[in-house]
C-alpha cells in the first residue's frame, strides 16, 4: 500500500474536491500513464479512492477520484486487534491521509492563519515507560479527555480535532 506512486497520488488528491485520472496525470507528469492508471485502480479497489462524480467525454464517462472520507480512523479494541499487517498500514494511511487532509484544509481556509490563537499544535514526543506506565499513561489521558468527549456543540464552541498515534520505537535504540 505504501508504494511511492500511490502516496504522491493520495497526496495530489489531499485537500482537493477530486481529480480526473487526466488532472492526476498533469499534476504526477513524471509518472507514466499506465502506471497511474494502475495505482489509481489499486488504490481505488483498496477503498482509499472512491469515485466522487463521473462525467461523459466523448462517449464515455470520465471519473472523479477523491480520497474515501468513509474509511474509519478509529476502530473497536476487537476489530483493531483481528486485522492483518496489511490492513493495519491500508487503515494507518488513510488515518494519516485525513490529517494530512485535514490539516492541509486549514492552512489553506484563509489568506493568513494564526495558529497559535486557533490551538493549533503538532508535537512528537519521545517517552520512556514500562507497560504498567503506559497503562497508566492511556488511563490518565483517557480520563482528561471523557469530560470534553461529553460536550455537546454550542454556538462559543468550536469543532477540534484530537488525533493520537502511539507507537514503540523499533531501531534498537
Known amino acids: 500500500m505504501l508504494h511511492p506512486v500511490r502516496m504522491r497520488i ?3 488528491l489531499t485537500g482537493s474536491q477530486g481529480m480526473t485520472p487526466l488532472q492526476l496525470a498533469e499534476a504526477l507528469n513524471d ?3 499506465a502506471t497511474l492508471y494502475r495505482h489509481i485502480n489499486r488504490l481505488a479497489k483498496s477503498g482509499l479512492l472512491v469515485v466522487v462524480d463521473e462525467r461523459p467525454v466523448r462517449g464515455t464517462l470520465e471519473k472523479v477520484y477523491a480520497v474515501n472520507s468513509a474509511v474509519p480512523t478509529h476502530l473497536g479494541n476487537e476489530a483493531f486487534t483481528s486485522l492483518s499487517k496489511e490492513d493495519h498500514l491500508r487503515y494507518f494511511t ?12 486549514y492552512v489553506n481556509h484563509s489568506p493568513k492563519i494564526d495558529l497559535a490563537a486557533d490551538g493549533v499544535g503538532y508535537h512528537q514526543l519521545v517517552l520512556f515507560m514500562s507497560d504498567e506506565e503506559l497503562v497508566a ?3 490518565a489521558v483517557n480520563q482528561a479527555l471523557l469530560p470534553f468527549l461529553q460536550n455537546q456543540p ?3 464552541r468550536k469543532k477540534r480535532l484530537f488525533s493520537t498515534i ?7 535504540k
Not at 502511539?166 to 534498537?172: A, R
Open 137 to 139: 499513561f492511556a488511563q
Open 10 to 12: 493520495l497526496m495530489a
Open 31 to 33: 509518472v507514466p500513464q
Open 94 to 105: 488513510a488515518f494519516a491521509i485525513s490529517l494530512i487532509d485535514e490539516f492541509s484544509r
Open 166 to 172: 502511539m507507537m514503540p520505537e523499533v531501531s534498537g
Open 154 to 156: 454550542a454556538p462559543e
